[in-house]
């Protein structure tokens, strides 16, 4: 069964004090892995597509990367208004298939 | 551009109403989709559409139903309401269905009691 889990649930740290957040996947097949933003009462952002292992991508203060098993995203001096959920999805399975797997979330809280 | 809106954007029901959620997007996207977002889970997948016309069943489609007839609009409809489906409802559209570019809407938030 494809899996998908994120880990920490959740993630406090000060301005500047940067980290990363981990989501480790098990699939059959791996067509997509996406990032996605979540802020509290709103619909996900799109922040990220990672297709290949070896692949990185940077938008600002965030670098999602990808391996073989797991995602990072890592976050460089993060500001208050990186505070918010960050989802981690996968898509897997024979070409067609329409299922998006999704994680749990981090839930990040950066303190001024 | 609106991008992907909802309505409403909260609702309580009794056990056994019926209900329709809208969705509405004007970006031309041909793919658009529902998920479902419960405490403690991820999304998941309730239906999907590939164009006018055309929908097909996610990961949990059962007391939910479907209809595409045009482009921009894409309906969910509870037949019957179950405290079951208390959850927030997501609706997402993307260009093409092999797009992974994924726009969500704001959500509905959904209290059966």
């Known amino acids: 069964e494809d899996q998908v889990t994120q880990s920490p649930e959740a993630l406090r740290l000060q301005e500047g004090e940067s980290s990363s957040l981990n989501c480790s996947y098990t699939?059959?097949?791996?067509?997509?892995l996406f990032w996605y933003r979540q802020d509290p009462g709103k619909g996900p952002e799109f922040l990220f597509t990672l297709y290949s292992a070896g692949e990185e991508k940077e938008k600002e203060r965030l670098k999602a990367t990808l391996t073989k098993k797991e995602s990072f995203l890592h976050i460089t001096a993060p500001k208050p208004e990186d505070s918010a959920t960050y989802l981690c999805a996968v898509q897997a399975g024979a070409g067609g298939s329409e299922k998006l797997v999704f994680g749990k979330g981090t839930k990040l809280t950066v303190n001024p | 551009n609106a991008g992907v809106t909802q309505t409403p954007k909260f609702q309580v029901l009794k056990t056994g109403q019926s209900m329709t959620l809208q969705c509405a997007q004007d970006?031309?996207?041909?793919?658009m989709s529902w998920y479902r977002q419960d405490p403690g889970m991820g999304l998941r997948l309730i239906h999907y559409?590939?164009?006018?016309?055309?929908?097909d069943q996610g990961e949990v489609p059962n007391g939910y139903n479907v209809s595409r007839s045009t482009t921009e609009d894409f309906p969910l409809r509870l037949l019957s309401a179950a405290p079951s489906q208390t959850s927030v409802y997501f609706c997402a559209s993307r260009f093409r269905r092999q797009d992974h570019e994924q726009y969500f809407g704001p959500g509905t938030r959904l209290t059966v009691t």
């Open positions: 970006m031309n996207h041909e793919y």
């Open positions: 559409s590939v164009g006018a016309g055309i929908t």
């Open positions: 699939v059959s097949g791996l067509r997509g």
